[in-house]
Structure formats: C-alpha cells, structure tokens
C-alpha cells in the first residue's frame, strides 16, 4: 500500500509514523494542561511565539518594577541619566548658592512703626530705681534708691515705677492710667507688637509698672486702709526754698535731699485706677499663671477699698491736686469694674459696671463740653468703649443688655464727635482737633481719641459692621480710621511748623524738653540743687536726647515755643505718652486687627439668663 493517501481536496496526504511512547504522549498532554490552566506573562509569550531562527539568539533580561516590566538595560540607563541629572543639578545649585548676590530690602517701615519704636523708648528714660541692663538709655543710672525707706512713717522699700514727667515725682494716679492704656494696646495688638519686634519690650515696661503698684500697699492681704499716692515732693509754696523736685534742678541720680511719702486712706478714685491697672496686666500676662493670679489678687484688694473707703485722692489741696486733679471718682468705678469683669469673669464687676445709677454718676448720658473725651482724669469713654467691645463680640443679653446698649450707643456719640462736620470741638487751623478747648497741653487728649477711634473702627471691621450712623447719616469705618490719622500725623510733623512733636522722630523736633536728666549732662560731676539751674536756664540744647518723648505740644493757634522753662509747650508725661504708643500701633502694619478672643481669656462662656416672667393677668 502506498504511504500516500489521497487527499479528498487534491493533494498527496503525508501519514507520519510518530515514534514517541504512549507514556509519553500522555505526559506532554498532562504538561499541556498544566500550562493552558495559567495566564503567561509577556516574556513566556514571547518565547512563545518565538520563531525557529530565535532559538539561538541571546535572551533578553527583565526588570519587574511591580506596576511595569521593562528592560534591565534600559532601567539601567534610565537609572544612570537620573543620577547624572541630579549631580548636575546639585552642581549648578550649589555654584548659585556661593555666587554673592544683591538680595532685594524689605520695605521699610512705615512711620507710624518708626515712631512706636521710640516712644516706647521714653518709657526706659522715665524709670527709677535699678535700671536692668538692657535699659538702652546711656544718660540714665540707679537713682532714688532708698524711696520709702528713708520715711520714718514708712520704712519699706518703695524703689522702681516711673518718674511721671520732667521732675523726679512718681504718682500713681497717672500712671496706673499709663499702665492700664498700654495694656489695653497690647491685648488688642499683640500680633502687632510682636511682628516689629516690641512685644517682649512693652511688657517689661508694663511689668516694671505693676511691679511697683504691688510695693504700694499690701498686696497680699484680703483688705487694706491705705495706698500709696506719691513719693517725692512737687510742693511749690511761693517764697520756699526747702528742696524737693521741683524747686531743685538735677538728675535723679543725684537726688540727696529727703522724698517724702504720700498716702491716702479713703481715695476711691486712685485704688479703683490701680486695680484696673492691675486687672489689665493680669490678662497681658496670663501665660505667666501665678503672676497673673498674684495681679488678680491685688486688683480686687484694692477695688474692695475703692468701694469701701469713698473719696477723691486729690481733695484737700496736696500736691496730688495741683498736678493731676481728680474731678470724680465715679467714671473709675465704671472703667475699674470692667476690667475687674474682663481679668475674673466674675459677673458681679459686669452687673456693677453696667449699673444703671452708677452710669449716671459718671456722666454717661448729660454730655457736657468735655464729654467724650478721655484722659487720666475722666476714664468714662474710655470705659464704654471697652464695654461695647463687650456687647459686639459676646452679646451677655439680659440682664446686661440694656446698658450695653446705651453705652454702644454713647460710644458711636462720641465717634461722631470727632468728625470735622460736626462743631463739638473746635480745630486749629492746621486740623489739631482741641478735645482741651484751647488750653496748653492738648497732645495728650488727641492721642487718646486717636487710640479710640482706631480700636473702635477695628472693633466694627471685625463684627462684619461696615461702619456707624450719626443720626441718618452712615459713615465707615474708615472716616474713623481717617481721623485718627490725620491727628497722628499732625503730632509727627505733618503741621504748619513742619515740626515732629515726638522727639528723635524726623529732622526737626523740640531740642529743649522740659526734663532735669535730659537737660543735665552725664559728666561725673554732681549738680546739687541750684548747681542744676544753669542747665535749666541755658538756651543750649539739651545734652542728651530723650527718645520717643512726645511734648505737650502746640497753643490753639498751632504756635510752638522750643523754650526749656516753659512746661506747657516742652514737657512730656507718662500718660501722654502711653496714649501716642496706643494710637501708634494700632494704626501701624497692615492687616491684623484686633485680637478678638485674648481680652475675653478669663470670661467663662455666656449664656444669657431669661427675662422675668410678665405679671399675672389681671382682668
């Protein structure tokens, strides 16, 4: 038989004899199976399907990635140019690096925060006892270091706080005023503070403060009968020749002659600033706990004895009422409660301080001429500031809401009041506005309004309040800001005179501050009582510079007399300056604002109690 068959379609049909085994056959079919139960990956494919002149050819190798399969070659290469790629570039970084190059300034700062860092200067020249080393004031030493102890009636030390103006007279009245403002600035401008460098700064000049009220009475008792009032003397009987700081003329460093110390036993009005001091410092310092509970302490002695002991601390005619005279005790009450409220969160200050007849004492709703303007001796705008902060951000409700009310409404007044189309003060003609009706010393209230009006126009900015109405008509926020600027602006040279008010701020400033340590040079020689004259009366400039010491100012006819001897044109307080600090930052950068959750730290949260039921019906 022929090996070919016949093919059915038309050709020879090959029967190959197969030489494998039965066993065998069975074996690769097992093997097929095995192999078709599993999906190959593509280099098992690819032998696959492999031709027969790729048999002899060298196998490519792999590198299995996880998400990818790629040649090892080519990873290798790929790898390869990445590293080079990064040592280049390193390279050239580092050859960036080590050129020099001129890097661009940051832009300098605007004059609002020149001038703050020299008010808070004056601070430093204005302290007494022993200077820390960081002082910064070259002219200045340790001086009247025996203060209180050299009284028989005292005997403990009263060395520190800080000399009140040109003479060696400390007086706790203007300057727990002078400690509470710079407080309040700092709780509401903190992040301010601290982006120009001044935070820690302003609170060693606050603690240096609070620190000396403490020595003032007996902080750590539950009640007291007495406060400190002044030490030294400012007695100016005509004809005396006994010496005290102000008949002699030398730099504290050199005072030899006796200082006297003054106390009160019922002075409401001086106690209940104290405590306000004191009160505000606590919340400056609450990350400091035992020294903000120790501040608490002593706040509430002493408003315990303002409340309990009534009285003027300058009646009877003492030094205390030539100087700073106060004309009632009642707008303390009011400014004093609300920070006692705002330092313990005890709503017992708040009912006080929101009081109905209390208000009125203070003056809250006659107006008068000099209604609406805050100073050392009347805290009552001051106060309903601080209280429609209060009623924006928490909102207390009944039984507080009232009040709260009148007193945002008395603010938004006072507000108006400032504006140059309303006639409630007068203005010079190179735009000061006269919050003092032309009387000398008139920088000192216009700081203060300058202080209020920008706090309350960040106030309205962060309840979302675009502005406030005097009676129809609606002015923004930044009619107030605009005030406060102008007026700033004023006391920094922008005047008829050309002249900077604040010394060391700008080319032309007062050269003759009325101040016995600037006016005195620092040469190893002592200067007694009338050796000091000569420099009093010299028309020479003085020696040393007393940064940052804004003067009294201008006359109503924006006249400045550069004269020495002449204390209503050329001195400087604490609490002038205290106010110019206030208003510098608070106007100073942009954005920030105010700190709307620091003040309220020690406020527990508010739940506004219900109002009384109505009467019962009565057909």
Same mark, same amino acid.
């Given at each position: ?220 008792? @539950?009640?007291?009968? #007495? ?6 003397? =400012? %007695?100016?009987?005509?004809? !005396? $020749?006994?010496?005290? +700081? ?61 409340? @309990?002991?009534?009285? #003027? ?6 030094? =205390? %009422?030539?100087?700073?005279? !106060? $004309?009632?005790?009642? +707008? ?73 009310? =009148?007193?945002?409404?008395?603010? !938004? ?207």
């Amino acid at each position: 038989m022929s090996m070919y068959g016949r093919d059915p379609w038309g050709g020879p049909l090959e029967i190959c004899h197969d030489s494998a085994t039965d066993d065998d056959r069975s074996r690769n079919l097992d093997l097929d199976r095995g192999a078709l139960s599993r999906t190959l990956d593509e280099t098992q494919q690819s032998w696959l399907l492999a031709g027969p002149g790729d048999q002899g050819r060298k196998k490519k190798k792999y590198v299995d990635i996880g998400c990818l399969v790629v040649s090892r070659k080519f990873f290798v290469w790929t790898l390869g140019v990445l590293l080079a790629a990064a040592v280049f570039a390193g390279v050239v970084a580092g050859i960036a690096k080590a050129i020099p190059r001129r890097h661009r300034p940051p832009p300098p700062p605007d004059d609002y925060t020149v001038a703050l860092h020299k008010a808070l200067m004056f601070f430093n020249a204005q302290r007494s006892g022993k200077l820390p080393k960081h002082n910064n004031v070259p002219w200045r030493g340790n001086s009247c270091m025996k203060d209180g102890l050299s009284d028989p009636a005292v005997r403990r030390s009263l060395v520190g706080g800080y000399y009140d103006a040109g003479a060696a007279v400390k007086l706790n009245f203007p300057a727990a005023f002078s400690m509470t403002l710079l407080s309040w600035s700092v709780i509401e401008y903190s992040a301010k503070y601290e982006a120009v460098g001044e935070l820690g700064h302003v609170r060693d000049i606050i603690k240096w403060g609070a620190d000396y009220f403490l020595k003032t009475f007996n902080s750590t008792a @539950d009640s007291i009968d #007495r406060v400190v009032v002044q030490v030294g003397s =400012a %007695a100016t009987s005509p004809g !005396s $020749t006994q010496p005290n +700081d102000h008949y002699c003329w030398m730099r504290p460093e050199d005072i030899d002659y006796p200082r006297p110390v003054v106390e009160c036993h019922a002075c409401s009005d001086l106690a209940a600033e104290m405590a306000a001091a004191l009160a505000a410092a606590s919340i400056v310092f609450k990350d400091n706990k035992a020294y903000s509970r120790k501040l608490v302490h002593g706040a509430a002695t002493l408003f315990q004895f303002a409340r @309990d002991r009534r009285g #003027r601390y300058s009646a009877g005619g003492s030094d =205390a %009422a030539k100087l700073y005279n !106060s $004309t009632s005790y009642w +707008d303390e009450f009011v400014w004093g409660s609300s920070w006692m409220y705002l330092a313990t969160g005890n709503s017992s200050y708040l009912t006080l301080a929101t009081h109905p007849k209390l208000a009125k004492h203070a003056g809250a709703f006659w107006g008068g001429p000099d209604y609406g303007v805050f100073s050392w001796d009347n805290k009552l705008t001051g106060a309903q500031v601080l209280l429609s902060r209060l009623r924006l951000f928490l909102s207390p409700g009944y039984p507080y809401e009232e009040m709260l009310r =009148a007193f945002h409404n008395q603010t !938004s007044i006072i507000m108006c009041s400032y504006l140059p189309i309303f006639k409630s003060f007068n203005r010079t003609k190179g735009g000061l506005i006269q919050l003092n009706h032309g009387k000398p010393q008139p920088l000192q209230y216009v700081v203060n309004a300058a202080f209020l009006a920008s706090v309350f126009s960040d106030y309205l900015e962060a309840a979302d309040t675009p502005g406030w109405y005097c009676g129809p008509h609606f002015y923004s926020i930044e009619v107030l800001r605009s005030f406060a600027r102008t007026q700033i602006e004023y006391i920094l040279g922008k005047n008829p005179l050309k002249m900077s008010y604040v010394v060391g701020f700008g080319k032309h400033y007062p050269k003759h501050v009325h101040h016995r340590g600037a006016s005195i040079p620092k040469n190893g020689v002592h200067y007694g009582c009338k050796g000091g004259w000569k420099w009093r009366d010299t028309k020479k400039p003085n020696p040393n510079i007393i940064v940052g010491a804004m003067v009294a100012g201008p006359d109503r006819h924006d006249g400045f007399k550069d004269v020495r001897k002449n204390h209503n044109y050329t001195e400087a307080t604490l609490a002038g300056n205290a106010g110019l600090v206030a208003a510098l930052v608070a106007l100073s950068g942009e954005g920030h604002g105010v700190d709307k959750n620091m003040m309220f730290s020690a406020v527990p949260p508010m739940f506004p109690s219900p109002p009384p039921p109505p009467a019962p019906w009565k057909p």
